[in-house]
Nanobody
Framework: QVQLVESGGGLVQPGGSLRLSCAAS????????MGWYRQAPGKQRELVAR???????TYADSVKGRFTISRDNAKNMVYLQMNSLKPEDTAVYYC??????????????WGQGTQVTVSS
């Protein structure tokens, strides 16, 4: 079993910054892509940013230039640096990872989510 645990959420004023962290633990042979998604009340979950095992990244248009995703493969962690936060960034942020648990088995996992609230 694999667990993804997010941390770093909270309340921040518009224009502020937060850094989210996600730690993967359990039976892990390898991790391919890792990413962050978010879901605001009444809206569908959407991709925020995703990073391949190397350095290839993908960002939602709404966060380009403000958010930066990175990872530490040795620690099985992924980070999301969020700058210039806006009220519309308010959502529950979820960590996601494609994890190889054996030589032949890959599974997709989700964290439990961390709340980010941008408000004055």
């Amino acid at each position: 079993q694999v667990q993804l645990v997010e941390s770093g959420g909270g309340l921040v004023q518009p224009g502020g910054s937060l850094r989210l962290s996600c730690a993967a633990s359990g039976i892990i042979f390898s991790i391919n892509a890792m990413g962050w998604y978010r879901q605001a009340p009444g809206k569908q979950r959407e991709l925020v940013a995703r990073i391949a095992r190397g350095t290839s990244t993908t960002y939602a248009d709404s966060v380009k230039g403000r958010f930066t995703i990175s990872r530490d493969n040795a620690k099985n962690m992924v980070y999301l640096q969020m700058n210039s936060l806006k009220p519309e960034d308010t959502a529950v942020y979820y960590c996601n990872a494609d994890v190889q648990t054996t030589l032949l088995a890959w599974h997709n996992y989700w964290g439990q989510g961390t709340q980010v609230t941008v408000s004055s």
